[in-house]
């Protein structure tokens, strides 16, 4: 039976592109936020809290996509997560964009981007007890040369690739690529078809696909703004390919006012709180007998 690999995000509002982390941001740095703003942690944990309680409910694991700032300020949230048995995989250490899709170039150099990656992965290890093996890159802005880098940092598979036809975070072509687990070429996120040998493998996330045209369907943006009807036909065609995954944010179910900062995406969180909790709850009845993690996904992958 193909699975369905369940992802909580675990960022804040301010972790948003508008504010810090990409070419348009109001903040070049968190630590340029932290100067004007208040950190209030509070808020997020109690939608971390709740999302581990909708999980612990429907005795679901879940692998749980954490930025390494985050775990360091607040080393309860890994706490909490790994006491519930979920898989940790790390988000990036600030919840910077590496990659710059709409200019098709690299923010920032290949070691720093390794370094801090490092520091982030070494964190949440730390934390844990668990070897982090997973990846998914801040904002799902990812190219071949950070896949590259991110096997010469010993993880075993990322999942940031999103195969669609509205838009574009991804650097390079996408040739081959649809909602099953693949190897991608050296340098590229292109399927690789020759024998070479890699250690990493790419989870491209769920998609519909009705006629020649790709509808996204794996994100929590997309669940907030067109229900669970939406992303479950997303998910239930890409079983059909093979395994694939589905990923929301705890902040998705969130009450809480978010200030809106920069002149970016000011309604991104029009949508969010109790009826987003409830999408995701019928989802997750929905597909409970195929939801896994991804550490879980790669066993099976391995062994067979």
């Not at 799902?140 to 950070?146: I, Q, R, T």
């Not at 491209?204 to 696909?209: D, L």
């Not at 996204?216 to 890409?238: C, D, E, M, V």
């Not at 929301?248 to 920069?262: K, R, V, Y």
Request: net charge positive.
């Amino acid at each position: 039976m193909n699975k369905v690999a369940l992802s909580i995000d675990i960022e804040d509002w301010y972790h948003g592109p508008a504010v810090i982390g990409s070419s348009f941001s109001k903040y070049k740095t968190i630590n340029d936020f932290e100067k004007e703003n208040d950190f209030e942690f509070h808020k997020l944990n109690k939608y971390i809290q709740r999302i581990l309680e909708i999980l612990k409910t429907y005795d679901v694991k879940a692998t749980f996509f954490i930025i390494g700032d985050l775990a360091n300020r607040y080393p309860e949230i890994v706490t909490s997560i790994i006491k519930d048995k979920h898989e940790i995989g790390c988000h990036g250490m600030y919840h910077y964009s590496k990659y710059d899709p709409a200019e098709d170039k690299m923010r920032y150099p290949a070691d720093e981007f390794k370094e801090m990656t490092l520091a982030s992965k070494k964190i949440l290890e730390d934390q844990s007890g668990q070897q982090v093996n997973g990846y998914r890159a801040p904002g799902a802005y990812v190219c071949g040369e950070m896949i590259d880098i991110l096997e010469d940092c010993g993880f075993s598979y990322d999942s940031s690739v999103c195969v669609n036809s509205i838009y574009k975070k991804s650097g390079g072509s996408l040739r081959g690529v649809d909602t099953k687990p693949y190897t991608p070429k050296k340098g590229s996120l292109e399927k690789n078809n020759e024998n070479n040998e890699r250690t990493i493998l790419e989870f491209p996330w769920s998609y519909y696909k009705l006629f020649n045209f790709k509808f996204p369907t794996a994100g929590g943006p997309f669940l907030r703004f067109f229900g669970s009807t939406y992303i479950s036909r997303g998910i239930k065609q890409s079983l059909k390919r093979g395994h694939t995954g589905f990923y929301s944010h705890a902040i998705d179910i969130s009450e809480e006012e978010f200030p809106q900062l920069g002149k970016h995406r000011p309604f991104y969180f029009l949508i969010k709180g109790k009826m987003v909790e409830k999408r995701l709850i019928r989802l997750i009845k929905k597909f409970k007998d195929q939801i896994s993690t991804y550490q879980e996904i790669l066993n099976e992958i391995n062994v067979s």
